[in-house]
């Protein structure tokens, strides 16, 4: 309905503003690749940016995602890297007159070199030497 499409674009819980969404972690073994566990831990070789409007655009904000969350896990040594994305939803495009969440990993995959692109964790960790 009409209602339904006005709300969830007027929703700022499905808007994500600034550099606090986003995290870079260096990796550089096992234990400082995430857990399932659903625990958000502190690692001591993460870090936020300062600025993300370079991908972002000028105003920082991704929009479709609720509680949004973006870990860049670089391989500390070649600089490979995983783009994560985590959240407790996404915009239905169906109830939203069409209009689907921003595509995350396209805005970052500019940004890095093809090769160095990660396609899932398990990539990350044959990069790394690990065992799968």
């Given amino acids: 309905s009409t209602w339904d499409l006005t709300r969830q674009m007027n929703d700022t819980d499905y808007i994500a503003t600034g550099p606090e969404i986003v995290s870079i972690r260096l990796i550089c073994d096992e234990d400082a ?24 655009g000028p105003d920082e904000t ?6 949004l969350r973006i870990e860049l896990l670089v391989n500390a040594i070649t600089l490979d890297v995983l783009v994560g994305v985590r959240c407790d939803d996404q915009v239905d495009p169906a109830h939203n007159g069409g209009v689907p969440p921003d595509n995350i990993v396209a805005k970052f995959a500019k940004w890095v070199e093809p090769s160095a692109q ?6 990350l960790r044959r990069r790394l030497g690990l065992t799968v």
């Fill in 118 to 123: 990660c396609k899932s964790l398990d990539d």
């Fill in 62 to 67: 991704v929009y479709g995602y609720k509680a």
């Fill in 33 to 56: 690749l995430p857990r399932n566990d659903g625990t958000d831990e502190e690692y001591p070789d993460e870090f936020e940016p300062l600025y993300v409007h370079q991908i972002l």
